[in-house]
Nanobody, 119 residues
Framework: QAQLVESGGGLVQAGGSLRLSCAAP????????MAWFRQAPGQERELVAV????????HYNDAVKGRFTISKDNRRSSTYLQMNSLKPEDTAVYYC????????????WGQGTQVTVSS
């Protein structure tokens, strides 16, 4: 399992922006699909966005389409989640995760970073 470390969370007003970062071993970014999940209090964890190992394919939760962008920079060994036009309902702990190519489950997870959006 790869060690993933998230950063960039915080408190922001509705309509504002944040960028989350996930540091991972270079080998992980080269070979794994990377994703962001989130979990709000009392709710199940949900997929926010995923980017393929080669960076060519992305997928977004309908709730964040057009507002969030997932990207990766293998040279910096990082995956990013740019979040714009934030809403109070985006408040959650955000997790970075890695999935081996062809696998159905995510095998590595970060510790999470809190994002709080005030109205």
């Amino acid at each position: 399992q790869a060690q993933l470390v998230e950063s960039g969370g915080g408190l922001v007003q509705a309509g504002g922006s944040l960028r989350l970062s996930c540091a991972a071993p270079r080998r992980t970014l080269d070979m794994y699909d990377m994703a962001w999940f989130r979990q709000a209090p009392g709710q199940e964890r949900e997929l926010v966005a995923v980017i393929s190992q080669n960076g060519y394919t992305t997928h977004y939760n309908d709730a964040v389409k057009g507002r969030f962008t997932i990207s990766k920079d293998n040279r910096r060994s990082s995956t990013y989640l740019q979040m714009n036009s934030l809403k109070p309902e985006d408040t959650a702990v955000y997790y970075c995760a890695a999935r081996a190519r062809g696998a159905t489950t995510y095998s590595s997870w970060g510790q999470g970073t809190q994002v709080t959006v005030s109205s």
